[in-house]
């Protein structure tokens, strides 16, 4: 199953699931019969919605090569347009772009990355994902020399117009800026840079063994993902006292899959985190980070900006959130509140309740229905959750179709006499206890206490829903999505009367 994931270039689960809808067949040994594999290509593969992108990524890939051809043709032309860097991007298809991390970065966020920085005629600067050269251009206008100038990019293509820019401006054909994998080729470099700066590709798709194979060679722990495998290959080749200058999704400051790269970075200076908001298309916010080669005093502070605004933070306070939660978000009144917090009696999730999402039907349309039938039973979303109660159901499912849907929580936990329901995707918590055995969908989540812990179902959707656990959810995770990770994290505080202080707080003050 592992080789047809990969031909279509999607997840070995998907592939399960097409097994299961009985697009693909086995040959009883867990491979995929080459006849059905030939009739899905033919019959199914783009015919419907769950195999589209099969081969719309062919199309794609066709696509890419046709743009490339008129980029080069371009470039062998006397006459130059500086803007060739955003129009080829421009050029390539969305999904191209997700699928390779391509997000050229905007000149203003560049600029404001970049400002204040001290260079001379000694400084050596790098982007090891250069793309068209926004970096690059913006480190010669610093007065970094065309010779100090280095850049990796994957795409020949925008490394030709890197180049062709850098010539333009300083009459310097560079060899420095090359086609090539940073992350092969910087445990090979000799060379030690002063200054890094780059927009690393976010979530770029990598076969697991070899996200494992560079997380191994530089040390990065769990963060395999490309933006953190790029942080730690940045830092082997940073000087001493180097400053290197990352633009990262806001998913890398507060997400478990991130937890090694903050530890890493955390035992360096962190000298400024800044929220730019969604500066890309269909993503979420953009966050920069400028850290120092260096280990920071006790009294270091990090220059935060969220929202446009300006605070600081002693960078030891970090230290003390969970799993190394770089909350830059809260201002440091907040902070001295959140440890006074951390430091009373609580309690956690973790290893106390057994945990399930709702039913993934692969196709809500075709099973859920808007009436009532025979032997359906009430379905519930998320957004049907509402604080201490639940709206009045508008879809039903036959149990039944059960066996088609994609994914199935244990049928023990929808049937438990008493299950907390609760909002995934949500910036706040949102909680309601179930006892009436009702099904929900995968918008929304459940647990099931264990016998051992304290509190009733219903007392602990009380405190999950009060304005206390609410600040301090958005305090130590601010996330889009309610996620179990997070939850067992999350303190819970028994004692009304921290609740009752936190309601006469002002923390604007």
């Not at 719309?56 to 066709?62: N, R, Y």
């Not at 937890?259 to 966050?287: C, H, P, W």
Request: aromatic share 10%; glycine share 6%; net charge neutral.
């Amino acid at each position: 199953m592992t080789e047809v994931a990969a031909l279509f270039q999607v997840s070995s689960s998907t592939i399960h699931n097409w097994i299961k809808e009985g697009l693909l067949a086995l040959d009883g040994e867990r491979h995929v019969t080459a006849e059905s594999l030939l009739e899905f290509q033919s019959q199914h593969a783009g015919k419907h919605k769950l195999h589209a992108r099969a081969n719309k990524l062919q199309k794609d890939k066709h696509d890419a090569i046709e743009v490339g051809r008129a980029i080069q043709a371009e470039l062998l032309s006397d006459v130059f347009d500086d803007t060739i860097g955003m129009r080829y991007q421009s050029m390539l298809s969305e999904s191209y772009r997700n699928k390779e991390g391509i997000t050229y970065t905007p000149k203003a966020i560049i600029d404001d990355m970049t400002s204040g920085l001290e260079v001379d005629e000694a400084t050596l600067f790098l982007d090891p994902c250069c793309g068209s050269g926004n970096f690059l251009v913006r480190a010669i206008e610093m007065g970094v020399a065309p010779d100090h100038i280095y850049g990796f990019d994957t795409d020949p293509n925008a490394v030709a117009i890197a180049r062709r820019r850098i010539k333009e401006m300083t009459g310097y054909d560079t060899k420095q800026v090359v086609c090539g994998d940073f992350l092969k080729e910087g445990c090979r470099l000799k060379q030690r840079f002063d200054l890094v700066f780059t927009n690393p590709p976010w979530g770029k798709k990598l076969p697991k063994k070899e996200r494992a194979a560079y997380a191994k060679r530089y040390q990065a722990g769990s963060s395999a993902d490309t933006s953190s495998l790029f942080l730690f290959s940045i830092l082997s080749v940073l000087k001493p006292e180097g400053i290197m200058g990352l633009l990262m999704p806001e998913s890398f400051f507060k997400i478990a899959v991130y937890e090694d790269a903050r530890k890493a970075v955390l035992q360096k200076t962190i000298l400024q985190i800044k929220d730019y908001g969604k500066v890309f298309l269909n993503m979420y916010s953009a966050v920069s980070i400028l850290v120092r080669n260096s280990v920071a005093d006790d009294q270091h502070q990090v220059v935060c900006n969220c929202n446009g605004n300006d605070h600081d933070r002693f960078q030891r306070s970090f230290m003390a959130m969970p799993r190394y939660n770089l909350n830059y978000w809260t201002k440091s009144n907040e902070v001295a509140w959140l440890e006074q917090l951390m430091q009373q009696p609580h309690l956690t999730l973790k290893g106390h309740a057994s945990w399930g999402m709702g039913i993934v039907t692969g196709n809500n349309a075709e099973i859920c229905k808007r009436y009532r039938h025979v032997g359906f039973k009430p379905v519930y979303r998320g957004q049907d959750i509402l604080p201490g109660r639940l709206k009045a159901a508008s879809l039903y499912i036959d149990p039944n179709d059960f066996p088609h849907c994609h994914q199935l929580p244990p049928q023990w936990m929808f049937q438990a006499p008493e299950k907390l329901v609760y909002r995934f995707i949500s910036s706040e918590l949102v909680f309601y206890c179930d006892t009436h055995r009702r099904y929900i969908l995968n918008s929304a989540n459940m647990l099931v206490l264990n016998e051992d812990f304290p509190l009733t179902s219903r007392q602990l959707a009380r405190i999950m829903n009060s304005p206390l656990t609410n600040w301090l959810f958005k305090q130590l995770f601010n996330t889009h999505k309610v996620l179990k990770s997070d939850l067992e994290l999350l303190p819970i505080f028994t004692d009304l009367s921290l609740h009752r202080r936190f309601n006469l707080l002002d923390l604007d003050r």
